[in-house]
């Protein structure tokens, strides 16, 4: 599978952005997927995920209650929307994919074998 991840941009702290990523070759079924974020000089930090069944979804604790992850009914997008964005949210986001992983292992972005290539948000104050 291939992912396109899209929809990043500049804009204004308290602004709203939905990120997309579009699988291609298979759809995201019994796939985890998730959004990872990554700033100069830091490795790539967790974002958020939805469950491979689409049944659950998780986010951290920086973003919890600003962002939601989803996925369409086709299961071959799935989206980050970010409400109530802030500086510190600047950074390249990839989305991830990977069906083989455990629940515990969804935060760990070494965990994922198939990755978009990235989309650049900015968000100033």
């Known amino acids: 599978v291939q992912l396109q991840a899209s929809g990043g941009g500049l804009v204004q702290a308290g602004d709203s952005l939905r990120l997309s990523c579009a699988a291609s070759?298979?759809?995201?079924?019994?796939?985890?997927t998730a959004w990872f974020r990554r700033t100069p000089g830091e490795e790539r930090a967790f974002v958020a995920a939805?469950?491979?069944?689409?049944?659950?979804?998780y986010y951290a604790n920086s973003v919890k209650g600003r962002f939601t992850i989803s996925r369409d009914n086709a299961e071959t997008t799935v989206y980050l929307q970010m409400n109530s964005l802030k500086p510190e949210d600047t950074a390249v986001y990839y989305c991830?994919?990977?069906?083989?992983?455990?629940?515990?292992?969804?935060?760990?972005?070494?965990?994922?074998?198939?990755w978009g290539q990235g989309t650049q948000v900015t968000v100033s104050s």
């Open positions: 991830a994919a990977d069906p083989n992983l455990i629940l515990s292992s969804i935060s760990s972005a070494s965990n994922y074998n198939y």
């Open positions: 070759g298979r759809p995201f079924r019994s796939w985890t």
């Open positions: 939805i469950w491979r069944t689409g049944s659950s979804s």
